[in-house]
């Protein structure tokens, strides 16, 4: 029998948050790839795109073991209503997947929205 353990992550660790004043403005920050599909994440009226630190150091793999996730940085703005796609002219256009479903990308949302003023 296959033992199943669901252990949720305990902490999100973020080293730089980055605040923009529209979508179209943290869209056009983004330095892309030449035809990579761009998907920002959208949750409690915020617009956010996380950039992980990968688990491959011995550090972080034993963070992760404890629950702790680090990013080094979040790009992030306000976005009252939810759009599946954003695009600006002449510009990229990005896919955006709402991630309200999830408790820890949710938390996450509200913690920068409150903290909006303060970054």
Request: charge should be negative.
């Amino acid at each position: 029998m296959v033992e199943i353990i669901y252990r949720p992550i305990q902490q999100i660790i973020i080293l730089e948050c980055i605040k923009y004043k529209s979508p179209s403005e943290l869209l056009q920050s983004l330095v892309l790839a030449p035809g990579q599909p761009v998907v920002l994440f959208w949750a409690e009226d915020v617009l956010f795109l996380p950039t992980p630190l990968s688990p491959s150091m011995e550090f972080f793999a034993e963070e992760l073991a404890k629950g702790r996730v680090y990013w080094t940085s979040v790009s992030f703005t306000l976005m009252p209503v939810y759009q599946d796609k954003i695009m600006i002219e002449k510009g990229p256009e990005a896919n955006v997947i709402n991630v309200s479903s999830s408790p820890t990308l949710r938390e996450v949302a509200k913690w920068l929205k409150e903290n909006y003023e303060n970054l």
